[in-house]
């Protein structure tokens, strides 16, 4: 509508403009022969349509348009979806993890072993080690609840140690588990599984 109501307006002051452009040319140029006034009329609304109206509606309608979208209410853009909030780093489940990972491959590597009264001694071994990471998690609850951020603090310091530990007795059941293969005999293997076993109280101090 706004297009149109411009054009209109275009059509029309240039008509008039240029009708009275013409007049002026028409009365200030002198004739010798006299001429009708309704000619003069008619000539005149023609150059003043074709060379005021015309160009003066192409003129509006281009104004028009350009008012038409300035105008336009500009379409909202979609509200964007909120970033997933990044969780923060937790450096105690890191090693309680790795403490994890050495408890699974022992009791997979007890699975490996010839079935003996030493290899059951060793599953018994391997359960207590899961027992052992019970205290490791706890520890890890402790650091939490402090808020330690320092690797230094001495709760971390503890469950560093706690996760050599539980590396240093991952490689050790795989030492014993290994000869276990060549002797399966519990009189060969007892002394091994009994250093095992005494290693196992101190994982989590």
Known sequence: MVVVRSALWGALIGTLLMGVLTTVIDLSTPSDKPTSAIITFLAISFVSVLFGGIPGAVVGTVVGAI?????????????????????????????????????????????????SPAKDWLRRISEQLAEELDDVRGIAQLGRALGAVDRQHPVYQRLLKATHDFHAFENEVGRVALQMFDHPELDEARTHLEVLENQLPQLST
């Open 67 to 115: 008012r038409n979208s300035v105008q336009r209410p500009r379409r909202q853009p979609l509200p964007m979806h909120p970033p997933f909030p990044q969780q923060p780093f937790d450096m105690w489940s890191d090693l309680v993890e790795r403490c994890s990972e050495s408890t699974r491959r022992v009791a997979a590597a007890v699975q490996t072993v010839p079935n």
